[in-house]
T-cell receptor, first 113, second 112 residues
Framework: NAGVTQTPKFQVLKTGQSMTLQCAQD?????MYWYRQDPGMGLRLIYY???????DKGEVPNGYNVSRLNKREFSLRLESAAPSQTSVYFC????????????FGQGTRLTVV | GQQLNQSPQSMFIQEGEDVSMNCTSS?????WLWYKQEPGEGPVLLIA?????ELTSNGRLTAQFGITRKDSFLNISASIPSDVGIYFC????????????FGDGTTLTVKP
């Protein structure tokens, strides 16, 4: 079982460039999430998708867009990258109706210069 | 929004010692979760707690859901070098099942 797979693992962008972070899960989970983690801080929710076809803003959505492509895939797009978006991005998935915690991918380390 | 205060921020202990860390919230949660994150990896769920007062163990780890529902505690007994990592608490409301608020983490270093 692959679990939650994120691509790419590392990326360097110039300010103003755009990119899409990809995430796929093979656990048949309903819900998927994008978090960012900054040094010395916990994870902050950017966007989430409670089920296929729905997306909602989390705590820090500005500068990001998401697409729930199907039940397996949830992508995060930076339209015009800024240095403040330098962070480690984690995708996660979980069951929708059971509060049993989430499974996380290995993360994408993004640097914006 | 809800905020979680996790303490201590970091711990340096000797192998074999017991460890305690806690998490407090400004508001009530219906579920408390404890995760561990190792370098270069995503967080991995250790323990989930669902009821006020609940005490749950996972090997040498024991966690408790506080009676007020605004706090939770994690204890690690007889620490070993592989316990090194960052431990995060997270709270969930039943209405937002799956959507978690995370603490800032406790970084644990174990000296052999």
């Amino acid at each position: 079982n692959a679990g939650v797979t994120q691509t790419p693992k590392f990326q360097v962008l110039k300010t103003g460039q755009s990119m899409t972070l990809q995430c796929a899960q093979d656990m048949n989970h309903n819900s998927m999430y994008w978090y960012r983690q900054d040094p010395g801080m916990g994870l902050r929710l950017i966007y989430y998708s409670a089920s296929e076809g729905t997306t909602d803003k989390g705590e820090v959505p500005n500068g990001y867009n998401v697409s729930r492509l199907n039940k397996r895939e949830f992508s995060l797009r930076l339209e015009s990258a800024a240095p403040s978006q330098t962070s480690v991005y984690f995708c996660a998935s979980s069951y929708r109706d059971r509060a049993v915690g989430a499974f996380f991918g290995q993360g994408t380390r993004l640097t914006v210069v | 929004g809800q905020q979680l205060n996790q303490s201590p921020q970091s711990m340096f202990i000797q192998e074999g010692e017991d460890v305690s860390m806690n998490c407090t919230s400004s508001s009530i949660f219906n579920t408390w979760l404890w995760y561990k994150q190792e370098p270069g990896e995503g967080p991995v769920l250790l323990i989930a707690l669902y009821k006020a007062g609940e005490l749950t163990s996972n090997g040498r780890l024991t966690a408790q859901f506080g009676i007020t529902r605004k706090d939770s505690f994690l204890n690690i007994s007889a620490s070993i070098p592989s316990d090194v990592g960052i431990y995060f608490c997270a709270g969930q409301l039943r209405t937002n099942a799956g959507k978690s608020t995370f603490g800032d983490g406790t970084t644990l270093t174990v000296k052999p």
